[in-house]
């Protein structure tokens, strides 16, 4: 048999991919899935917060959610040691009066009504810099209107991530589960995600933050120029600025089921599609390293694929394809299993086998959007 035969050479290339996978899950992914969270009542009130939420046209979710947001358990001597402070920008709804009404009752809400638009800054960031620019306290923690804390120690423990001198907090925020595909898509590709930007921070490589649950001190982003380098992209008000403030010394990572914060999933394949295409085509402008780990990752699992296929051209490394296949399969679970526990996500593991080809064709359906991006407002996304 030659050195060289195309059945041994596929034979190493499934061999070798699957090892580059196995690298992930047990070098990263198992870093979260071991992850023990903090208890609220070993966590102390320690430093003022200011909680920012941008909102456009967002009065049935404020009247909902933003309550929740002021019974935080965040006290220093009988009194709320936070506020809550609300960019109000250009809504066409009862927004400003429902956010006024709500101003008499609490007295550690803020509002900033914003009328105007800043040119060439599409997105969230304008409204959101004014925020921070407006907010009373240094430390800041960011929330969207349509998400709704774990608990009432949500603040207390995403704040507790300061502890150390760390200047950037990450948190997770899983969408609610509803019956059909759809949402159990929407909420795997969700969990997948979290695994790797959590995991990665973790590891001493953080690369992206969600808005929806994202913590970090004012000086670190008046140091940075704030959005600067990226005004004129939509998305990045989150990843886009942690990918470049953030580092082993300054990132914590808050995961307990208290300190989530719950969103409502897209309802339609349509509003979901557009959604992940508009926040991947960011990825484009992270960090040469940064790229390098997310793409090797997708790229091992795209060639383990491909040498499975290719290997049933020869029987006779059936027997080895199996094995290395179902070592992978084995490992992967077990990780993934553990890693939806912690996410608060169990329903998804028996999922798992399924998604991972699911997956696959995910990252092949949204390789135009990390090269191609249309405009469109943050208020529709």
């Known amino acids: ?61 404020l009247l909902k959610n933003l309550p929740l947001l002021l019974d935080q358990d965040y006290h220093r001597n009988g009194k709320p040691w936070y506020e809550v402070l609300v960019v109000n920008h250009n809504s066409e709804d009862d927004t400003f009066y429902v956010l006024n009404r709500m101003k008499e009752q609490y007295p550690h809400l803020s509002v900033l009504h914003l009328t105007q638009d800043a040119k060439l800054i599409p997105g969230k960031k304008f409204p959101l810099s004014m925020g921070i620019k407006q907010a009373r306290f240094e430390h800041l923690l960011l929330t969207d209107a349509d998400c709704r804390p774990g608990s009432r120690n949500w603040l207390r423990l995403m704040a507790s991530g300061f502890a150390g001198g760390k200047s950037v907090v990450l948190g997770y925020s899983p969408y609610t589960a509803y019956p059909g595909s759809l949402n159990r898509h929407i909420r795997f590709e969700t969990a997948h995600t979290a695994m790797q930007y959590l995991s990665y921070a973790l590891a001493g490589f953080p690369y992206m933050g969600v808005g929806r649950n994202l913590a970090y001190v004012r000086e670190l982003f008046v140091r940075n120029k704030g959005f600067s380098s990226h005004n004129h992209i939509l998305s990045g008000d989150d990843d886009l600025f942690i990918n470049q403030v953030a580092h082993k010394g300054n990132t914590a990572v808050v995961l307990s089921e208290e300190a989530f914060t719950w969103s409502e999933p897209k309802r339609t394949p349509e509003e979901w599609r557009y959604q992940k295409s508009r926040h991947l085509s960011t990825g484009r402008y992270y960090r040469p390293l940064h790229r390098f780990l997310l793409g090797g990752y997708a790229f091992s699992q795209f060639m383990c694929w491909v040498a499975l296929v290719a290997i049933a051209l020869f029987p006779a490394y059936w027997p080895w394809a199996l094995g290395v296949w179902l070592l992978r399969w084995s490992v992967q679970f077990l990780v993934f299993a553990s890693c939806f526990r912690v996410l608060h996500a169990r329903d998804l593991r028996w999922w798992i086998p399924f998604y991972d080809l699911w997956y696959l064709w995910y990252n092949i359906r949204h390789i135009p959007s990390v090269f191609f991006k249309k405009q469109r407002a943050w208020r529709s996304s």
Do not use: H, W
């Not at 195309?6 to 580059?20: E, N, S």
């Not at 047990?26 to 208890?39: G, N, T």
């Open 1 to 61: 048999m030659p050195v060289f035969s195309p059945d041994l050479i596929v034979l190493t290339v499934l061999i070798g991919f699957a090892g580059i996978q196995l690298f992930y899950y047990l070098f990263f992914f198992a870093r979260l899935s071991s992850l023990k969270p903090p208890a609220a009542s070993e966590t102390a009130v320690d430093k003022p917060v200011t909680i920012i939420v941008c909102a456009f046209n967002e009065e049935a979710n």
